[in-house]
């Protein structure tokens, strides 16, 4: 490698570096804002925790697709899944293809973005239906405002969690999560 191609590559971490920057509408356990850089460590950390359920799917590609698919947050910030409307896939993919930069080769980090996006492999299903329950179970574990909407996430992007046997399994159970943390909430409140 030479040291232009190097710098090139400097150039994008240091772009991507706005991710640790970018938070989410979620908070922790210690009532910290989350941020997008976190939520994609702990999605790469559901790849790795459910290997074994997940016989015959490319897990290196699976981590690859979770380590790329928020990173054009850096650039415009994250969307609250409460405030989506319509399709957003095209302003992320052009904030993606912006943060990729001069990559020598971009195309091979925006092939995966788009099959991720356009869920169009097994392995870009289940990265989806991971990543919908990484911010669930989020939701459920985090010091929320007293105005949280627990509710929301019983309906949130079920149809992406509704394909591979183990994501099934894990809604039920990050959906009774939730049901728990709206019965706290309500118990809170009659108090």
């Not at 772009?15 to 908070?27: N, V």
């Not at 790329?68 to 969307?79: K, N, P, W």
């Not at 046997?165 to 108090?191: I, Q, S």
Request: proline share 3%.
């Amino acid at each position: 490698m030479d040291v232009q191609e190097a710098r090139k590559r400097l150039a994008f971490l240091e772009r991507a570096e706005a991710l640790k920057d970018t938070f989410r509408s979620g908070f922790t356990s210690g009532g910290r804002s989350e941020d997008t850089a976190s939520h994609t460590w702990r999605l790469c950390l559901w790849v790795l925790v459910f290997e074994d359920q997940l016989a015959g799917l490319d897990m290196a590609k699976m981590l690859k697709m979770a380590v790329l698919h928020d990173l054009g947050e850096a650039v415009s910030g994250d969307i609250p899944a409460t405030e989506q409307v319509g399709d957003k896939s095209a302003d992320e993919r052009a904030d993606f293809i912006e943060l990729l930069g001069d990559l020598p080769d971009p195309d091979a980090f925006l092939s995966l973005w788009d099959e991720y996006d356009g869920a169009t492999s097994d392995e870009a299903k289940v990265i989806k239906g991971l990543d919908k329950l990484e911010t669930i179970l989020q939701h459920t574990q985090g010091k929320n405002p007293a105005d949280f909407d627990y509710g929301f996430n019983l309906g949130y992007r079920r149809e992406a969690t509704a394909g591979h046997p183990l994501l099934k399994m894990l809604r039920a159970m990050v959906d009774e999560k939730t049901r728990g943390r709206m019965e706290a909430k309500v118990n809170k409140e009659l108090r």
